[in-house]
């Protein structure tokens, strides 16, 4: 009965390569993120998905792709994968269907990003 | 814009002894204030939330924090720390209209015997 689920939970890959991550949660909630943690434990939002809808799209490079095939999953796709993509990628996701600021973001475990 | 500084990268306690996070944001809006709670190699939990309501608020194990405009603050207490309570703490403001969270930078609390 997990609330956020994410696969992989570890994924180790070679540069240069295309990788996706998959998210998904079973709360009917209408939103959903991806943030990145990097190696300092900072952690910055990605993107925001307000049901299969783009409503926050940060300063990513364009070889990161979200898609959203339902409200339930956002998967995340990267193309070309660099050295500096290596951090933990976490997924979210909140209630509201305005992004509404009270809303309580629920994370899924992470997953670990290894770039050789 | 918002912005969120925990002036602490580690803190470290005895257990039994009170736990004292700081966190100071800075918003142009009314803010919606977030701890979160991130143990080792394991996704984030929320321990509470402010989002103009009562200004002290309880959390889980026994954390609370209090919303104090004035000093632009929202720091994290606990009375007695508990082994089980090592983690990294981050504190999280939310002043937009979407749900854009913005983290600080983490503390790390240790607990010792």
């Known amino acids: 009965d997990t609330a956020v689920s994410q696969t992989p939970k570890y994924l180790v890959t070679q540069m240069g390569n295309d990788k996706s991550i998959k998210c998904e949660q079973n709360?009917?909630?209408?939103?959903m993120y991806w943030y990145k943690q990097d190696s300092k434990k900072f952690l910055k939002i990605m993107f925001s998905?307000?049901?299969?809808?783009?409503?926050i799209n940060e300063t990513v490079p364009n070889r990161f792709s979200p898609k959203s095939p339902d409200k339930a999953h956002l998967n995340l796709h990267i193309n070309s994968l660099e050295l500096g993509d290596s951090a933990v990628y976490f997924c979210?996701?909140?209630?509201?269907?305005?992004?509404?600021?009270?809303?309580?973001?629920?994370f899924g475990p992470g997953t670990r990003l290894t770039v050789l | 814009a918002q912005s969120v500084t925990q002036l602490d990268s580690h803190v470290s306690v005895s257990e039994g002894t009170p736990v004292l996070l700081r966190c100071n944001y800075s918003?142009?809006?009314?803010?919606?204030l977030f701890w979160y709670v991130q143990h080792p190699n394991k996704g984030l939990q929320l321990l509470l939330k402010?989002?103009?309501?009562?200004?002290l608020v309880k959390g889980i194990n026994g954390f609370e924090a209090e919303f104090k405009k004035s000093e632009t603050s929202f720091h994290l207490t606990k009375p007695s720390a508990h082994m089980s309570d090592a983690a990294e703490y981050f504190c999280?403001?939310?002043?937009?209209?979407?749900?854009?969270?913005?983290f600080g930078t983490g503390t790390r609390l240790q607990v010792t015997l």
């Open positions: 979210a996701s909140s209630h509201g269907t305005s992004g509404a600021r009270t809303d309580t973001q629920y």
């Open positions: 998905y307000n049901n299969k809808e783009l409503i």
């Open positions: 402010y989002t103009s309501a009562a200004t």
């Open positions: 709360l009917g909630h209408d939103t």
């Open positions: 999280v403001v939310n002043t937009g209209t979407a749900s854009k969270l913005t």
């Open positions: 918003s142009s809006y009314s803010p919606s």
